[in-house]
């Protein structure tokens, strides 16, 4: 599965929205780009994922780029209970996640 | 409907013991993955289960070995543990034709 770089920490202002970038230049045409997220000392919690279409859930919004090199995890409304670790994955036929060191993200009041 | 579950959520052992590790997968759910998580670290998959069997498996050594019951439950067993081998681990779960994976709360091992 292709590696996948973030940013170490980013701070958001409650109610503003966080976006979160993640590159994955080396991504192939059959892997899926995954967003989980884990907040302390919990198992990880899935957000979203896509291909190459944007995509929209009740949590997040997913932005991948046209040459699928880069994506961004976009919250819309931070709030405190979103702070927390954010992995973004690069998930292909082995179907297994790899998780990175992620981005923690801290919303502040 | 109860989502993944683990057992026990603590646990301490001594150097050289053994220990098991359990999970209960999230209803539907057939194949379940280990995950080990070292402090300030992300999850490394260790291995994972579908109709009973090891079908893959990450770059940890023999002394980590589980089963898959027939009701999809799983076991972690760590033999011979080391000082190493204090960290979380997760149980994730999924249905086999779907990559989005549930994680459990996991189990806090320490090994002293």
């Known amino acids: 599965d292709a590696k996948t770089t973030q940013p170490t920490s980013m701070d958001c202002a409650e109610g503003r929205a966080a976006n979160l970038p993640c590159n994955h230049s080396?991504?192939?045409?059959?892997?899926?780009v995954y967003w989980y997220r884990q907040i302390h000392s919990q198992g990880p919690q899935y957000i979203i994922h896509?291909?190459?279409n944007n995509e929209t859930n009740e949590m997040a919004s997913l932005i991948i780029t046209e040459d699928r090199k880069s994506s961004t995890l976009i919250l819309p409304h931070a709030t405190l209970r979103d702070t927390a670790v954010y992995y973004c994955?690069?998930?292909?036929?082995?179907?297994?996640?790899?998780f990175g060191s992620g981005t923690q993200l801290t919303v502040l009041p | 409907d109860a989502g993944v579950t683990q057992s026990p959520t603590h646990l301490i052992k001594t150097r050289g013991q053994q220990v098991t590790l359990r999970c209960s997968p999230k209803?539907?759910?057939?194949?379940v993955s280990w995950y080990q998580q070292a402090l300030g670290q992300g999850p490394q998959f260790i291995f994972q289960?579908?109709?009973?069997?090891?079908?893959q498996r990450g770059n940890f050594p023999d002394r980590f070995s589980g089963h898959q019951f027939p009701n999809y439950s799983s076991e972690l067993n760590v033999n011979a543990l080391l000082l190493g081998d204090s960290a979380l681990y997760l149980c994730?779960?999924?249905?086999?034709?779907?990559?989005?994976?549930?994680f459990g709360p996991g189990t806090r091992l320490t090994v002293t």
């Open positions: 994955i690069a998930l292909g036929s082995a179907r297994q996640l790899t």
């Open positions: 289960y579908y109709e009973e069997e090891e079908r």
């Open positions: 080396t991504i192939s045409g059959n892997e899926y």
């Open positions: 994730a779960s999924r249905r086999t034709a779907v990559y989005e994976q549930y």
């Open positions: 209803s539907g759910h057939d194949t």
């Open positions: 896509g291909l190459k």
